[in-house]
C-alpha cells in the first residue's frame, strides 16, 4: 500500500519488488496491491464463519437492566437525590480525554498570569517581553496528580524516566498526548494521541482518572492530593487488557495511591495477588469466589517463578550469565554456583572445614560469592542452559534446594549432565533426614544446631513447631507465628520448613532469625555458631567429587 502510486513507481524499480505487478490497476488507482499466493482464496469470506474478538469487547451480565435508567447519585455531604451519571462506567477513555484537555485548556487559560516584562539583552538593549506566570490552582493540581500516575505507569516501561507528564498539541489537532522526561534531560513524546495508547495504558488511565475526575466533580473539597480523595470503587475484571507487568508491578501501586478509597474488585490473575502481596502485605483481603472463602496469596506462590521467567527472567538471565562469565574468567577451578545468596556461605564454610580436617583435598573447586545477584531456582537453572550452550573447559555444578521448582525436578537423579562441562544437582537427604519431602540447605544440620539462638535470643524456627489452627508453638504457647498461612499443612516433621520471620512472643517482640543472618553467623564463626556438625554436607562433596571425575 502506497499513499502516492505515481511517486512510488518514479522512486522504485519493478526489480524492487519483483512480487508486484507495477501495473496494476488498484495500484495505479488507489495505491494498493493485493497478491496471492497458493491457492484461490477468493470466496473464504463467504463460505466460511470468519470471527474477530477486538480488546475493547464489552458484555452486559444479566443483572444489568438498562431500562431502569441510570443509577446514580450526588453526593453533597449526604445523598440529597440523583444525579445525571451513571455510577456504572463504561468506556470512558472519550469522557476521560475530553476532561483532561478542558482541565489544561482551563489551566493555561485561568491560572496562568501574563505580565509584560523589559528585557535587557547582552549589548544592553532594552526591549519589551512576555512573562508567564503559573498559579498553583484547582486544574494545575489535578494536572500534577494525574501526572504522578502517569509516571508509576510508565516507569514500567521506560525504565530510565524522571516524569511522565501530559502535554496538548497543536490547535489543528487538539489532542491530549503523554511525554516522558528521560534521566540524561531529553523529553520524548511517546503517545501523541489517547488513540496511541495501549489497551492496558488506556484503560490504567481512564480508570484511575475517572477516580480524581468524579470525586472532583461531586465532592465540596478540593482535592490536593490523592489521599483527598474517598469512597467505594467496585472493579470487575480489574486486569482485563493487562500485562503482566502493568498487573504486579503498577496496578497495586496506583490502587496505593489511593488510601482512603475502598477497592472491591475481581481478577483472574494470580500476577496481580503477587504484587497485591508485596505493595499491601497483610493489609488486604484476598477472597475465593464463590465460596466467599478467606485464601492466602501463599495458595499461588508457584506464580512467582512464573512471572520471573515470563518478566523478569530475561533481563536478570542477561545480568547474571554476564557477570557470572566475568567471574569464571579468573577461575582456575570448578566452579560451583548456589541458588540463592546464603547457600554458598553454607557450603564453603564446610568445604573449608573438611579440608582443615584433611578431608576433600582431592577437590579444586571454587564458589560463586555473591549478595546482590537475584540467583532463584529458575533462574540459576536457566544461566546453566546457557553456559551449556559453548564449550567450557571448566567445569560449572550449580546446586540446588531439594524443596521446589527444578530442585524437586533434579532430586530424581544423583545429577544431571547439561553437556560442556555444565552439571547440577540437588542437594541430597542426610540420613538425620530420612523421610523428609524436600530440604533447603538448612536442613542438612541437626535441629540442635539449626535452632541455635544469637546474643539476642533469635533463632531460626521450624513450621513443625507450631499448631496449624492457632499458630502457637506447641511447646511454648507464649511464642506464635504471626501469618499461620506460613505453616498451612507443613506442621508434620516430614514436611516442615523454614520460618525465619513474623514469629513473636507475649511482649510482640520478634524472635525469628533471618536466613540470611543465619548464614553469615556460621561462615564468619560467631561464637554462639562455632563448632557446627557438617556431617550433613559430606554427601554433597561427594556427588562434586563425582563428577569432577568425568
Given at each position: 500500500m502506497t499513499k502516492d502510486p505515481a511517486s512510488f513507481r518514479h522512486q522504485y524499480q519493478e526489480t524492487d519488488f519483483p512480487y508486484i505487478n507495477f501495473s496494476d490497476q488498484k495500484l495505479l488507482e488507489n495505491g494498493f496491491y493485493r497478491g496471492i499466493s497458493g491457492q484461490e482464496i477468493q470466496g473464504e469470506l463467504e463460505e466460511n464463519i470468519?470471527?474477530?474478538?477486538?480488546?475493547?469487547?464489552?458484555?452486559?451480565?444479566?443483572?444489568?437492566?438498562?431500562?431502569?435508567?441510570?443509577?446514580?447519585?450526588?453526593?453533597?455531604?449526604?445523598?440529597?437525590?440523583?444525579?445525571?451519571?451513571?455510577?456504572?462506567k463504561e468506556n470512558v477513555i472519550r469522557e476521560i480525554e475530553q476532561w483532561i484537555l478542558d482541565l489544561l485548556l482551563d489551566k493555561y487559560i485561568y491560572e496562568s498570569i501574563t505580565n509584560t516584562v523589559r528585557i535587557i539583552d547582552n549589548d544592553g538593549t532594552i526591549r519589551l517581553g512576555t512573562e508567564i506566570m503559573s498559579m498553583r490552582g484547582k486544574?494545575?493540581?489535578?494536572?500534577?496528580?494525574?501526572?504522578?500516575?502517569?509516571?508509576?505507569?510508565?516507569?514500567?516501561?521506560?525504565?530510565?524516566?524522571?516524569?511522565?507528564?501530559?502535554?496538548?498539541?497543536?490547535?489543528?489537532?487538539?489532542?491530549?498526548?503523554?511525554?516522558?522526561?528521560?534521566?540524561?534531560?531529553?523529553e520524548v513524546e511517546v503517545a501523541p494521541t489517547f488513540s496511541h495508547l495501549s489497551s492496558g495504558e488506556a484503560m490504567?488511565?481512564?480508570?484511575?482518572?475517572?477516580?480524581?475526575?468524579?470525586?472532583?466533580?461531586?465532592?465540596?473539597?478540593?482535592?490536593?492530593?490523592?489521599?483527598?480523595?474517598?469512597?467505594?470503587v467496585l472493579i470487575d475484571e480489574i486486569d482485563l487488557n493487562l500485562h503482566i507487568e502493568y498487573a504486579k508491578e503498577v496496578l497495586p501501586q496506583l490502587l496505593k495511591k489511593f488510601p482512603n478509597?475502598?477497592?472491591?474488585?475481581?481478577?483472574?490473575?494470580?500476577?496481580?495477588?503477587?504484587?497485591m502481596q508485596e505493595v499491601y502485605d497483610d493489609n488486604w483481603q484476598l477472597v475465593s469466589m464463590p465460596e466467599g472463602e478467606s485464601i492466602s496469596v501463599g495458595d499461588f506462590s508457584e506464580i512467582q517463578q512464573a512471572y520471573n521467567i515470563f518478566v523478569q527472567g530475561y533481563e536478570e538471565l542477561k545480568e547474571n550469565y554476564n557477570r557470572v562469565q566475568e567471574e569464571f574468567k579468573s577461575v582456575t577451578k570448578t566452579l560451583v554456583i548456589t541458588e540463592g545468596k546464603t547457600d554458598w556461605k553454607h557450603l564453603k564454610n564446610a568445604y573449608n572445614t573438611f579440608r582443615e580436617k584433611g578431608e576433600f583435598l582431592d577437590l579444586d573447586i571454587d564458589f560463586l560469592e555473591y549478595e546482590d545477584i537475584n540467583m532463584s531456582d529458575s533462574e540459576l537453572y536457566r544461566l546453566l542452559n546457557e553456559f551449556a550452550k559453548v564449550p567450557n573447559v571448566k567445569k560449572i555444578i550449580g546446586i540446588f534446594d531439594r524443596d521446589e521448582g527444578?530442585?524437586?525436578?533434579?532430586?530424581?537423579?544423583?545429577?544431571?549432565?547439561?553437556?560442556?562441562?555444565?552439571?547440577a544437582f540437588s542437594i541430597p537427604i542426610p540420613d538425620h533426614r530420612r523421610g523428609h519431602q524436600g530440604i533447603s540447605i538448612e536442613f542438612l544440620y541437626k535441629d540442635e544446631d539449626l535452632l541455635r539462638t544469637d546474643e539476642e535470643g533469635r533463632r531460626i524456627f521450624l513450621t513443625s513447631e507450631f499448631k496449624e489452627r492457632s499458630g502457637r508453638h506447641k511447646?511454648?504457647?507464649?511464642?506464635?507465628?504471626?501469618?499461620?498461612?506460613?505453616?498451612?499443612?507443613?506442621?508434620?516433621?516430614?514436611?516442615?520448613?523454614?520460618?525465619?520471620?513474623?514469629?513473636?512472643?507475649?511482649?510482640?517482640?520478634?524472635?525469628?532469625?533471618?536466613?540470611?543472618?543465619?548464614?553469615?553467623?556460621?561462615?564468619?564463626?560467631?561464637?554462639?555458631?562455632?563448632?557446627?556438625?557438617?556431617?550433613?554436607?559430606?554427601?554433597?562433596?561427594?556427588?562434586?567429587?563425582?563428577?569432577q571425575q568425568i
Open positions: 470468519l470471527l474477530y474478538f477486538p480488546v475493547h469487547r464489552y458484555y452486559e451480565p444479566s443483572w444489568y437492566n438498562k431500562e431502569n435508567g441510570r443509577i446514580g447519585f450526588n453526593i453533597r455531604n449526604k445523598i440529597i437525590g440523583r444525579s445525571d451519571k451513571s455510577l456504572i486544574n494545575t493540581i489535578l494536572n500534577e496528580l494525574l501526572n504522578e500516575l502517569l509516571t508509576i505507569i510508565y516507569r514500567v516501561k521506560y525504565k530510565n524516566i524522571e516524569y511522565a507528564r501530559l502535554g496538548v498539541g497543536q490547535k489543528e489537532d487538539r489532542r491530549i498526548s503523554i511525554l516522558i522526561k528521560e534521566k540524561d534531560g531529553n490504567l488511565i481512564s480508570l484511575f482518572g475517572t477516580l480524581l475526575k468524579e470525586y472532583d466533580e461531586l465532592s465540596n473539597s478540593s482535592v490536593n492530593s490523592l489521599e483527598d480523595v474517598k469512597g467505594i478509597v475502598q477497592f472491591i474488585f475481581t481478577t483472574h490473575s494470580p500476577f496481580l495477588l503477587l504484587g527444578y530442585g524437586k525436578k533434579l532430586s530424581k537423579h544423583t545429577y544431571k549432565e547439561f553437556g560442556n562441562n555444565v552439571f511447646k511454648y504457647p507464649n511464642i506464635s507465628v504471626a501469618n499461620v498461612n506460613k505453616i498451612a499443612g507443613k506442621t508434620e516433621e516430614n514436611n516442615s520448613k523454614i520460618i525465619d520471620t513474623d514469629v513473636f512472643d507475649e511482649h510482640d517482640r520478634s524472635l525469628a532469625l533471618s536466613k540470611n543472618n543465619f548464614a553469615n553467623y556460621v561462615y564468619y564463626k560467631h561464637e554462639n555458631f562455632r563448632d557446627m556438625d557438617l556431617s550433613g554436607f559430606k554427601e554433597v562433596f561427594n556427588i562434586i567429587r563425582q563428577i
